[in-house]
């Protein structure tokens, strides 16, 4: 599926939510033609990733080395506690804190190398969700240092959309702070410039979770 074309076309009409999330934001009022709009003012996001590939998550190629195994994966249970508050909800409040969570996991997946949040929240097939981990083993497994790209809201809201098949689209607009990469025995560089971006994300509330099934992203 075009996530990028579906996301777009139905987060500009019909039923929709938008939320610009706060841990503790009231969900009073959600209906149809009364969208949730919480204030979360929040900078950072960058998308160029120039050398040092797949280091942003705006431009995520396939690796180039096989990754190896992470550690054992995450009990929902686990997962769960991890989230934030409203991940739990099945409504499309929990998509969208679960989106947002998913998306900002991607740096320090990177920095540390522990890929079990992330697999917990990827369904098979998603590819950017593939593309991504095996970039993080990829760097981690050579030694590389990343820091920095650590993704934050803007002011826009984000927004959602319930799809026939209970799925759900989310419009996530949000900043990425630089990022810097440290290949053994070189000096620390910039790989990616701060930059906004749009995160489309098409999500299914599977084990009674939100998980992602297709990312997409484009300059803002």
Known sequence: MDVLRAAKRLVTGGAMLAAGLVASAGLAGCSDTDPIVTQTPSPSIDASASEGPGVSPSGVP?????????PVALSDEELLALLPAGAERDDLQGAVVT????????????ATGDTRVWDSLSLDGCDFCESSRANALRYKNEGWI????EISDVPEITEANLQSDGSVAVLYPAMEAEIFAT????????????????????MEFHDAVWRVTDVDTEDA
């Open 183 to 202: 290949e053994p025995g070189m000096d620390v560089r910039s790989v990616s410039s701060v930059s906004r971006v749009n995160y489309y994300l098409l």
């Open 62 to 70: 396939s690796p180039a080395a096989s990754p190896t195994a992470s």
């Open 99 to 110: 989106a947002e969570f998913f998306i900002q996991e991607f740096p320090k997946m990177f």
């Open 146 to 149: 990343v820091t920095g790209g």
